[in-house]
Nanobody
Framework: QLQLVESGGGLVQPGGSLRLSCTAS????????IAWFRQAPGKEREGIGC????????YYHDSMKGRFTISRDNAKNTVYLQMNSLKPEDTAVYYC??????????????????WGQGTQVTVSS
């Protein structure tokens, strides 16, 4: 059973930056697309974007384009989510997830098979 672990969350002021990391318990992380999702209090979980297994393709939700960047380092078995110009409305629990059944496209929850436990990001002054 693949286990994903997110890290890097915390409290940041508006306009600040954070980089989240997603690591896996096995090397299969590098073989499949990885997506990032987030869930704000009282809201549904939403897809942020995804990255293909070979790092050649990324997809972002329109509202995240330009501020969020997904990258991966397969040698380190890690996927990153760089978040810049953070806003209070970015406050949420952030999750990484892996799919073994879909390509990197608009990430849908039901397409993703393995999930991390989430890391809290709070944007507040």
């Amino acid at each position: 059973q693949l286990q994903l672990v997110e890290s890097g969350g915390g409290l940041v002021q508006p306009g600040g930056s954070l980089r989240l990391s997603c690591t896996a318990s096995s090397a299969t992380l590098r073989s499949y697309p990885i997506a990032w999702f987030r869930q704000a209090p009282g809201k549904e979980r939403e897809g942020i974007g995804c990255i293909s297994s070979n790092d050649r393709f990324t997809y972002y939700h329109d509202s995240m384009k330009g501020r969020f960047t997904i990258s991966r380092d397969n040698a380190k078995n890690t996927v990153y989510l760089q978040m810049n110009s953070l806003k209070p409305e970015d406050t949420a629990v952030y999750y990484c997830a892996q799919t073994v059944q879909a390509m990197c496209a608009h990430p849908r929850i039901y397409e993703y098979d393995y999930w991390g436990q989430g890391t809290q990001v709070t944007v507040s002054s």
